[in-house]
């Protein structure tokens, strides 16, 4: 039937191949017999050798990820607009793959039944498919029933990208071309290199390359005096091009560039410079093929132009933390590392939602990280907390001024949740009217909840108080911070609730020294290593710097290490805190990476004996701790 | 709701051993002429089947009333004109329809009190007989994977439009019948697996 779903269903599929290449009508009429299916994260759609469905599948939301179960590798990722599961049908086969939905997905199911006529009547279609599964194939008909068509070559190729000879695969290089004419001048040269962020720019003649200008070519002939910035290109441009063919792998690459000392490679059509250039590799195109480190993070993220882009960046993020930790790294030095590519991000998602907007920012502002991400112990997506203060305006541009950096809150949120962070389930976000204030408001807010210290005063205090500036003015921020050390300063009683509350955290282990694990719910006998072990030592850690009024460390094992130096006395149990906190948060980050969430709950079973002695040892540390501070703040008087 | 049902509704609606995923759910939406129960009238029924999490585009169900009533004032909402004509049955043979369509499966709405008792109101009018279904409301249920928690305060009215936004359910399509039944169902599996993430539930945790 004819609806309203099929033509949401129909309008998806026209983008992408090979439904793109069919007829309006066939499209609608294909859509009308799709079923639309719902997976949660870790679903399985189908196993390995499994029967096939009477449907293939493609992703409308979400990503799955294709699976040899026996190596439990991932050969392929499907995302939004990807087909999978089309080959066993055709070939009559089991599936030889398992796939499994990567997170929450929305797939098409389509009919082989209703696809294959127009799968055998149109050419493009037929070509697509043959294409995308056996690039050899010359006959795209011929074998179509019987199961060699679409052979084996599929996983072997995979298996091949995946892994070795990755120094000769095929190199990306960009194929938009930043050129300007010859008699540009060099000033306007530099303003187009700027624009679009690049280090180099080709000097064309009908797209014929003839030279080439780079920032050294500007630092070494015009910052120097020697030429005027009025110069055309063409008289100071290094001529000429060096060209290559497009067809190059990583290392011949590299090769070219040191060979000749340069860091750009022009690839024309037939690889000499009399031919039109198509393309252009840079070295720092050659730095990302080789692999993830945080440099080629950060400039891969400062050339984003859209916040969709950032996704696949924030998925290298994730890689390269689970390399450092397979190599064992110290965790201070990852999360460092990793706070700040994450903050990288989210300053990006920023600087474009603030382009976004009709106008600028009326008034200096500041964007902060709360609860775990201001601490800079969030590695893995989690929820986003944040906050944005804003300067104090008169009471005429109030409302606008509030509206304004709502609505630009609205974005940032919204694109920090394209990228992979999930939206508060609280609503403590910018985008929140309470989370979004002016800075007097903010230290009414913070008052109130100092004066008036009941469990939520407290538990939001908690959070905010953990802030850390993202991105904006940093005095402003500054002057809170001031504010909230002599208001509590002012109110000690407000001490003892922050303690009571540091000391509600569940304990990590029973009478007998055994896990306590969670009763009820999904993760019903896991442990909450976030809960029972993490918190307690991240709310003790607040309380006590709180106490000392040392400003701007947020960080827990760093708060920690200056307790240990503020507190020679204690200094021992300080810093056995800040190794049992960079230890569990280690653990938790493996678990995370392991399972693709947030690594909160812990399978006591799928840990080996040394594991849980290690995890045993820091409970006791807590549980010193804890003690330490119900003394001190004499808690007992109180609770 | 009568005493009677009240007390009821603690009782077990629904064999322990049957799985939402095995259940048939039938979404659904209507786009009236206003929200009048007594004089407004309705202009579209959109509805889908929902079972094992799937939705077969095939097994869904749309259709535009033919209705002497009309108020130009909400037409800007849900763009239907009087006289755009789609195949159009009566109010009878539609409901006619729907009823085979609906079968005994439980009935998913958003704000399912207003649909249901559109269509009952209808029902009556035609001296046909009331809606018997179990009902779920996406508004409601929506409530209860928020955090509990006095710190915030939760709306007392979640709009089709901000589970969209939270669910990230594009918007393409809102206020037709069916466009809004789509939206809805997908809302609805996912407040399914927000809830499990919290607790394991069965059908009958549903109607608590």
């Known amino acids: 039937m004819k609806n309203t779903i099929s033509h949401r269903v129909a309008d998806f599929l026209k983008d992408f191949p090979p439904f793109s290449f069919l007829h309006q009508k066939d499209l609608e009429k294909l859509s009308e017999q799709i079923s639309i299916v719902y997976k949660d994260k870790d679903a399985v759609i189908f196993a390995e050798s499994e029967k096939t469905h009477d449907s293939f599948y493609v992703v409308h939301k979400g990503a799955v990820a294709l699976k040899k179960s026996a190596k439990n590798n991932v050969l392929d990722m499907c995302d939004e607009g990807d087909i999978f599961g089309l080959r066993p049908l055709l070939a009559q086969e089991n599936y030889i793959m398992e796939a499994i939905a990567f997170e929450e997905t929305i797939l098409y199911a389509i009919p082989i039944s209703v696809f294959k006529p127009y799968a055998l009547e149109n050419r493009t279609v037929g070509n697509f498919l043959i294409e995308s599964y056996a690039s050899n194939t010359r006959n795209p008909y011929s074998d179509i029933h019987k199961d060699k068509l679409y052979g084996d070559d599929l996983l072997q190729e995979n298996l091949n990208s995946n892994h070795d000879s990755f120094d000769l695969a095929p190199i990306k290089y960009s194929k938009k071309i930043v050129t300007c004419g010859p008699s540009t001048t060099v000033k306007d040269a530099a303003k187009i290199m700027n624009q679009n962020k690049v280090g180099a720019i080709l000097i064309v003649d009908e797209m014929i390359p003839i030279g080439i200008l780079t920032d050294k070519d500007l630092r070494n002939k015009i910052v120097t005096g020697d030429y005027s910035i009025m110069t055309t290109a063409e008289t100071i441009m290094t001529k000429p091009v060096i060209t290559y063919p497009k ?22 059509k037939d690889g000499t410079n009399n031919t039109k250039a198509v393309g252009i590799l840079s070295k720092h195109d050659v730095m990302v093929a080789l692999g993830n480190n945080p440099a080629v993070l950060i400039k891969a993220l400062k050339r984003v132009k859209k916040v969709k882009e950032i996704k696949p960046i924030r998925a290298r993020i994730m890689q390269l933390l689970q390399g450092y930790l397979d190599q064992n790294i110290p965790m201070t030095l990852i999360s460092k590392i990793i706070t700040e590519l994450n903050e990288a991000c989210t300053t990006r998602v920023i600087e474009m939602s603030l382009k976004k907007m009709s106008s600028p920012p009326p008034v200096k502002f500041a964007w902060l990280a709360l ?18 203060v804003y300067e104090n305006v008169s009471e005429v541009f109030k409302d606008e001024t509030k509206i304004y950096f709502l609505k630009f809150a609205a974005l940032v949120n919204k694109g920090l949740f394209d990228i ?12 929140n009217p309470k989370w979004c204030m002016s800075l007097d408001e903010w230290k009414n807010q913070v008052h109130y909840w100092i004066t008036n210290p009941g469990k939520n005063e407290v538990l939001l205090s908690f959070i905010f108080f953990d802030y850390s500036l993202t991105y904006g003015d940093a005095e ?53 290593i976030k809960r029972r072990a993490l918190m307690p030592l991240t709310d003790a850690a607040r309380v006590l710097i709180l106490s000392h009024s040392v400003k701007s460390i947020s960080n827990t094992a760093a708060r920690f290490e200056k307790l240990a130096e503020l507190e020679p006395n204690n200094r021992e149990l300080y810093l056995s805190c800040s190794y049992s906190f960079k230890a569990l948060l280690k653990f938790r980050t493996k678990q995370g990476l392991l399972h693709n969430d947030s690594g909160q709950f812990i399978a006591l079973e799928t840990l080996s004996k040394m594991e849980k002695i290690k995890l045993k040892r820091t409970f006791k540390t807590i549980k010193e701790l804890q003690e330490l501070i119900s003394v001190r703040f004499n808690i007992s008087n109180l609770v | 709701m009568s005493l009677f049902n009240f ?114 109101k209808a029902l009556e009018r035609n001296n046909l007989p009331q809606l018997t279904n179990k009902t779920l409301d996406t508004a409601y249920l929506y409530k209860r994977t928020l955090i509990k928690s006095h710190l915030f305060e939760r709306k007392d009215h979640y709009t089709l439009d901000d589970l969209a936004d939270k669910f990230d359910i594009s918007k393409k399509d809102r206020h037709t019948a069916l466009g809004d039944a789509y939206i809805t169902a997908i809302a609805f599996l996912k407040i399914v697996k927000k809830l499990r993430e919290k607790k394991e539930i069965n059908l009958n945790d549903l109607f608590k």
């Open chain 1, 247 to 268: 067809k190059m792998t990583v290392t011949e690459a590299q090769m070219a560039m040191m060979k000749s000392n340069i860091s750009h490679l022009c690839l024309t």
């Open chain 1, 420 to 431: 992979g962070y999930d939206y508060c389930p609280a609503e403590m976000m910018a985008s």
């Open chain 2, 7 to 120: 007390w009821k509704k603690e009782e077990t609606l629904f064999d322990e051993n049957i799985t939402i995923e095995e259940t048939r759910f039938v979404v659904l939406d209507t786009e009236t002429t206003g929200f009048d129960y007594e004089n407004d009238r309705i202009l579209c029924i959109g509805a889908l089947a929902l079972q094992n999490g799937t939705i077969a585009i095939q097994n869904s169900f749309e259709v535009y009333l033919q209705q002497d009533h009309y108020d130009k004032s909400t037409a800007q909402i849900h763009g239907i004109l009087r006289d755009f004509v789609l195949k159009r049955p009566t109010e009878m043979e539609a409901l006619e329809q729907f009823l085979v369509f609906l079968g005994d499966s439980i009935i998913i709405a958003h704000h399912t009190i207003f649909d249901v008792t559109m269509i009952n």
């Open chain 1, 371 to 388: 609860g775990s991400q201001g601490r800079s112990e969030q590695m893995l997506h989690t929820d986003q907390d944040n906050a944005i």
């Open chain 1, 476 to 528: 402003m921020v500054n002057e809170l911070s001031d504010f909230i050390f002599e208001d509590v300063k002012a109110n000690p009683v407000f001490y003892v609730h922050l303690v009571s509350g540091a000391l509600q955290s569940p304990s990590p282990t029973g009478f007998f020294r055994q896990f306590l694990v969670e009763q009820d719910g999904a993760n019903k006998d896991n442990f909450d």
